[in-house]
Every structure is written in C-alpha cells, then in structure tokens.
C-alpha cells in the first residue's frame, strides 16, 4: 500500500523578506506588465529560484493583490483621514488629497503604476473587485470636495467639476511614469508645485 506522501508546508516569510519579494515583484509588474510576467521572472529579478519563491506566494495572483491591497489600504488610511478632518475647506481638502497623493506614489511607485496600467482589466476579475468599489469610492471623494468648493464660492461657478476632477486626477497621478524617490523634490514639495498651477487656474480671484 503506497505511503501517502505530505504536502510541503507554504513557508511565512519574515515581514522584511516578503516585502522585498513584493516590492522586486512589483517593479518586475510595472516594467513588463502583469501579463507578461511569470513566477520565474520575478524569482529571477529576487534572486531565486522559481521553486522556492512559491514558498512565500502561491501565484503571481496573490502578489499582485497583496501589491494592491497594500498601496490602496494605505491610501485610503490617507485620504480618510483628510476627508474625516474637522474644519478643513474644500481647497484645504483638495491641498491635502493631492498632497497625500504624492505621498502615496513615493511610498508605492510601481504600485500606482501597476494599478493605471492594468486595473481596468483586472476589474472583470472577483479576485480584484475591489479596484472598483476603490474607483467609486475615489471619484466620490473628489467630485464632492469639488462641488462643495463650487457651492462655497471657493472655486469658480462655471467649473465643470467632473472635467476638472478627470484633469486633476490624471495630472497627479501620471507623475508615477517619471517620479523616482530620493530625487530633488520630496513629494510635499512636488504637490506644492502642482498645486500652484492648478489652483491658480480654478480659485476664486479675491
């Protein structure tokens, strides 16, 4: 009668190791794209076998949710934090979210790369269903500082605030193509930046 043979235990990494595999695995996701991307590539870029990167990840899948999750936990921990601040002004709140943006493409570039690159079609996924109910919950909180900027008289009356929120969210967010952390710039003064070319344009004139 055969010995029932055991199946290898998956083995935890420390937090320190397995932050680095996701973050090589990441920059491998970013460069070459999720699909073209395999098990051995990232174990290649990591310095290891295929074999035993499987010891610490049961696919590519799970990496890339885990890259994912990741980066969109710690945004919204940001951005709820802004939104939940007592007496800030919708422009105070709009300072505050594009500030925390770049905060969030320094922490997380290949992330945010990974999630413009590839979200919309990893939504027809259940596995990363929750990229969408994070787009809805984003665009919400945009449009609605926004609006309340419009109602306020903070911002103009003629603003289109959906077209403004589509440029603001495409200006802020294409910097992770060129950003590299540890640059000239820290992120607080990237925002500042952006934020003086783009408040200049739709502020009430006092």
């Known amino acids: 009668m055969p010995v029932p043979t055991k199946k290898k235990p998956q083995v935890t990494a420390a937090p320190e190791r397995r932050r680095e595999l996701?973050?090589?695995?990441?920059?491998v996701f970013a460069e070459q794209g999720y699909n073209a991307t395999t098990v051995r590539k990232i174990a290649d870029h990591?310095?290891?076998l295929a074999g035993s990167l499987y010891y610490h990840f049961d696919s590519k899948e799970s990496m890339l949710e885990e890259?994912?999750?990741?980066?969109l936990d710690e945004l919204w921990d940001?951005?709820?934090?802004?939104?939940?601040?007592?007496?800030?002004?919708?422009?105070?709140?709009?300072?505050?979210?594009?500030?925390?943006?770049?905060?969030?493409?320094?922490?997380?570039?290949?992330?945010?790369?990974?999630y413009q690159k590839e979200s919309?079609?990893?939504?027809?996924?259940e596995r990363f269903a929750f990229l969408a109910e994070s787009q809805?919950?984003?665009?919400?909180?945009?449009?609605?500082?926004?609006?309340?900027?419009?109602?306020?008289?903070?911002?103009?009356?003629?603003?289109?605030?959906?077209?403004?929120?589509?440029?603001?969210r495409d200006t802020v967010w294409v910097a992770a193509s060129w950003y590299r952390p540890?640059?000239?710039?820290?992120?607080?003064?990237?925002?500042?930046q952006y934020l003086s070319m783009v408040l200049d344009g739709i502020a009430v004139r006092t």
């Open 182 to 192: 540890g640059g000239h710039h820290s992120p607080e003064e990237i925002a500042r």
């Open 136 to 168: 809805r919950k984003f665009e919400k909180a945009w449009l609605s500082t926004l609006e309340r900027g419009v109602a306020g008289q903070v911002f103009r009356s003629d603003l289109d605030v959906r077209l403004t929120y589509r440029f603001v």
């Open 22 to 27: 996701l973050d090589t695995a990441a920059e």
């Open 46 to 48: 990591a310095g290891m």
């Open 67 to 71: 890259i994912l999750r990741t980066f």
């Open 78 to 114: 940001g951005y709820d934090a802004v939104l939940g601040a007592a007496g800030l002004g919708p422009r105070e709140t709009l300072e505050a979210l594009v500030t925390e943006s770049f905060r969030e493409i320094d922490r997380h570039r290949a992330a945010v790369a990974i």
């Open 120 to 125: 919309k079609h990893l939504v027809a996924q």
